[in-house]
């Protein structure tokens, strides 16, 4: 199917920055929106950022909004999640998704079931 590689995670001051990124291979031409989720200890996996693959449309969840920055590389299936003014309430695993879902007049990608690949999951720590 899609395999799905992030990369980028690690430990930084409040305040600081993070690129996460993540790579995509296999039968990725039947996915269209490629996305990011958070999960702490103790909570439901939450949607980041998502974007659309052929127009390049992203969206985003409120927490992330004005901070986090979703992209495409220019060359072959890959996504960044640039992370600006982390605060600890960001610490969390962060997953990269591929997927999409058509509902035969839009696409949707902000949900969970929206996405059927997965990524490992990178841990993102922000410390006080």
């Known amino acids: 199917q899609v395999q799905l590689v992030e990369s980028g995670g690690g430990l930084v001051q409040a305040g600081g920055s993070l690129r996460l990124s993540c790579a995509a291979s296999?039968?990725?031409?039947?996915?269209?929106?490629m996305g990011w989720f958070r999960q702490a200890p103790g909570k439901e996996r939450e949607f980041v950022a998502g974007?659309?693959?052929?127009?390049?449309?992203?969206r985003y969840a409120d927490s992330a909004k004005g901070r986090f920055t979703i992209s495409r590389a220019n060359t072959g299936i890959t996504v960044y999640l640039q992370m600006n003014s982390l605060k600890p309430e960001d610490t969390a695993v962060y997953y990269c998704?591929?997927?999409?879902?058509?509902?035969?007049?839009?696409?949707?990608?902000?949900?969970?079931?929206?996405?059927?690949?997965w990524g490992q999951g990178t841990q993102v720590t922000v410390s006080s």
């Open positions: 998704a591929a997927g999409g879902t058509f509902s035969g007049v839009n696409w949707y990608y902000t949900r969970l079931s929206d996405y059927d690949s």
């Open positions: 974007i659309y693959w052929n127009y390049g449309t992203t």
């Open positions: 296999g039968r990725t031409f039947s996915k269209y929106a």
